[in-house]
């Protein structure tokens, strides 16, 4: 039996990957709290799989450390599509705005809920 047409189509995997880091690269490039959550995880994100005495813990610390990278490229996507439909004040653009950096205001209180909780577990 052989694969549905485009299973195992590596040109399309390696394009969808370059967009993927050209993504990055523009993230870095033009958001500034992407490049401090980026030296965030890039301080922590070895300390937490340092202090992680299993895999459980490691994944904890380093990955919601990630999430709060995912969060912030898809607030910065969102932000970036209503700046793309106008610059002018609407509400309803402020409030798409607003929930999308309300996500990332959550991500970043998971970072802390869950170092608190694994740092508190190993050093009590």
């Not at 990957?17 to 033009?30: M, P, Q």
């Not at 995912?70 to 106008?86: D, K």
Request: hydrophobic share 55%.
């Amino acid at each position: 039996m052989t694969p549905p047409r485009g299973l195992l189509d590596l040109r399309r995997v390696w394009r969808a990957a370059c967009y993927s880091f050209n993504g990055l690269k523009t993230a870095l490039k033009y958001e500034a709290a992407f490049r401090q959550e980026m030296a965030l995880f890039v301080f922590l994100a070895p300390l937490g799989l340092w202090l992680g005495r299993d895999g459980v813990e490691r994944s904890l610390l380093v990955g919601s450390l990630m999430l709060v990278l995912i969060v912030e490229l898809l607030n910065s996507a969102i932000e970036t599509a209503v700046n793309r439909i106008g610059n002018e004040p609407h509400e309803l653009s402020g409030r798409t705005k607003d929930i999308a950096s309300a996500a990332v205001f959550l991500s970043l209180l998971l970072v802390v809920l869950a170092w608190v909780l694994v740092l508190f577990d190993r050093f009590s």
